[in-house]
Each structure stands twice: as C-alpha cells, then as structure tokens.
Antibody
Framework: QVQLVESGGGLVKPGGSLRLSCAAS????????MSWVRQAPGKGLEWLSY????????YYADSVEGRFTISRDNAKNSVHLQMNSLRAEDTALYYC???????????WGQGTLVTVSP | QSALTQPASVSGSPGQSITISCTGT?????????VSWYQQHPGKAPKLMIY???NRPSGVSNRFSGSKSGNTASLTISGLQAEDEADYYC??????????FGGGTQLTVL
C-alpha cells in the first residue's frame, strides 16, 4: 500500500534552514506529482508547493516563494523541501502528499513538525 | 491567494444530513471541476473524501456526496454518524496552477 514517511523536522532559530524529506513506497513514484502541505498549530491546511513527475514543473504558494525549494529524486523515491530564511510563522506540521492522476491529494504522510523559535 | 471560504462550524444529530459550503471565485471553484474534500480527525492526517466535485475514492462511504453551483461547492453528509465528527477542508485547483484550501469546517455530531 502507499506509504509516505516524512523526516527532517525539528527546532530551528529564525533565519535558519531545514531540509525535509519524504520517503515514498507502494506506488510508481515517478508517475505522480508530489506536494507539500502544512498545518500551523490549531489552524487549517495550507498548500505549499508541487513538483511534476520529472521535476521540470514546480509551483509555490506566495507565502514560501523564494524561500522554499521543492525537489525530487525518482531513483530514491523521495521528495524534499529545502526551507531557508525560516520565520516564526513557518512553525507547523509539514505533510508530504501524493497527487492522484488529477488535482487532488489521495495519500498523505503523518507529517513532520517544524518549530521556528529563538 | 486567499483561502476558499467555509463556515467555521456545522452540527447535526445522528441520522440527519448536513451540508458544508465552500465558496471561491471564477478563478478557482467556479472555473474548474477540480474541487476536493478532505476529512481530518484530531491528530490524524487528512483523508480524501471527494474529488473532481462529486467523485468518491474507493472505500469512502456513499453517505458522502459533493456538488457545485457557480463559485460554490458543497459537501453533503447524509445519515450522520458519530465517526463523522471531524474537520473538513475543501480544495480547488486555480488559474495560477496552484491548489487552494478552504479554512476548514468543524463538524460536531450532537
């Protein structure tokens, strides 16, 4: 079955960097777009970014454009989110999610927590 | 990139039906058939319940249904059960090629 396992979260100071990873299994990874979504404590879902099959098409939410970079390694069935210039408002649970063949997210990981605090 | 508009909360008694609305614009909900709904129980990851406005993934109860009229999409849950108590989020593909979520609706089963 499809499994998405995020890692790399933790405590970081404002202005710092963090790299999140998502290990995928149970499906042909290179056949699907992948995405990152976050959820601040007690708040709703916020879509952050998606990356196409080969990585040649990438989009970001305005809130992270220029600070976050999504990438994927189809040989290792993994997707990553490089987060730079982190701010307190980036504190959230970060989910890795798989697109179906359309524009919906049919499988989600359990999330990795990022806390930005002095 | 403003979030889609959902009511903060809805409630219903077991066996009743409830509807959650999701209002956007012609650049998102109104312009595409790519509206989805997600269920999230406390401490859990979101789960896809409806995709492409009115389609259910395999395994999702037929008590869940979706529709759309103009710039507003709706999720209807019939025959409410205690296990339906959760947060629900809509999402839509947009003209900017990004995904937009609604602010979420807390469903309480009385």
């Amino acid at each position: 079955q499809v499994q998405l396992v995020e890692s790399g979260g933790g405590l970081v100071k404002p202005g710092g960097s963090l790299r999140l990873s998502c290990a995928a299994s149970g499906f042909t990874f290179s056949d699907y777009y992948m995405s990152w979504v976050r959820q601040a404590p007690g708040k709703g879902l916020e879509w952050l970014s998606y990356i196409s099959y080969s990585g040649d098409t990438i989009y970001y939410a305005d809130s992270v454009e220029g600070r976050f970079t999504i990438s994927r390694d189809n040989a290792k069935n993994s997707v990553h989110l490089q987060m730079n210039s982190l701010r307190a408002e980036d504190t959230a649970l970060y989910y890795c999610a798989k697109y179906s063949s359309g524009w919906d997210l049919d499988h989600w990981g359990q999330g990795t927590l990022v806390t930005v605090s002095p | 990139q403003s979030a889609l508009t959902q009511p903060a909360s809805v409630s219903g008694s077991p066996g009743q039906s409830i509807t959650i609305s999701c209002t956007g614009t012609s650049r998102d909900v109104g312009g595409y058939k790519f509206v989805s709904w997600y269920q999230q129980h406390p401490g859990k990851a979101p789960k896809l319940m409806i995709y492409d406005v009115n389609n259910r993934p395999s395994g999702v109860s037929n008590r869940f249904s979706g529709s759309k009229s103009g710039n507003t999409a709706s999720l209807t849950i019939s025959g409410l059960q205690a296990e339906d108590e959760a947060d629900y989020y809509c999402s839509s593909y947009t003209s900017s090629s990004i995904l937009l979520f609604g602010g979420g609706t807390q469903l309480t089963v009385l």
